[in-house]
T-cell receptor
């Protein structure tokens, strides 16, 4: 496999459930990102990891918990989500430390629906 | 407050003509600007970028123009092809990445 792979592609969960989103990149990149895309809103950066270390947390509620066990894998653990958390969650990676001149490669996203 | 804005949610162009997608930003400290293209049910893919020290970057049919004084950039696609139909996102980089809301381009055969 090549590129950035996200699983599952679709997820429906209740507000009391716990689930995890998975992202894997096969590009040898060292930076990984989680974004949220809500309808008619710009992509919102949630978390950034450089060399497995979290370097950005954009005031994301604690019901979202990221985990980066190595440079190739990134998880987003979800618990006690709210209906407004329904969105497309995109994972991305880039070659070096997260900088503007490092284009990001995106996965196809997980469409999350909260009942 | 949005730091990157794409004020046109959609654009339709005839095949073979020029497509011009626009983007405005508010922060003069942004140092790189990027364009991404997104097909339905797929993630965004990087298209072209420009450094703030340049005013033009060209890659085949795609050219990005940067006007720093106006805090405006544009993506020109010429000639436009039906396969270019997609959503185009503008992004800017400062201490983090900021994206616009996207412009949906339809190229009519």
């Amino acid at each position: 496999e090549t590129g950035v792979t996200q699983t599952p592609r679709h997820l429906v969960m209740g507000m009391t459930n716990k689930k995890s989103l998975k992202c894997e990149q096969h590009l040898g990149h060292n930076a990984m990102y989680w974004y949220k895309q809500s309808a008619k809103k710009p992509l919102e950066l949630m978390f950034v990891y450089n060399f497995k270390e979290q370097t950005e947390n954009n005031s994301v509620p604690s019901r979202f918990s990221p985990e980066c066990p190595n440079s190739s894998h990134l998880f987003l653990h979800l618990h006690t989500l709210q209906p407004e958390d329904s969105a497309l969650y995109l994972c991305a990676s880039s070659q070096g430390p997260a900088r503007g001149n490092q284009p990001q490669h995106f996965g196809d996203g997980t469409r999350l629906s909260i009942l | 407050d949005q730091q990157v804005k794409q004020n046109s949610p959609s654009l339709s162009v005839q095949e073979g003509r020029i497509s011009i997608l626009n983007c405005d930003y508010t922060n003069s400290m942004f140092d790189y600007f990027l364009w991404y293209k997104k097909y339905p049910a797929e993630g965004p893919t990087f298209l072209i970028s420009i450094s703030s020290i340049k005013d033009k970057n060209e890659d085949g049919r795609f050219t990005v123009f940067l006007n720093k004084s106006a805090k405006h950039l544009s993506l020109h696609i010429v000639p436009s092809q039906p396969g270019d139909s997609a959503v185009y996102f503008c992004a800017a980089s400062g201490n983090q990445f900021y994206f616009g809301t996207g412009t949906s381009l339809t190229v009519i055969p």
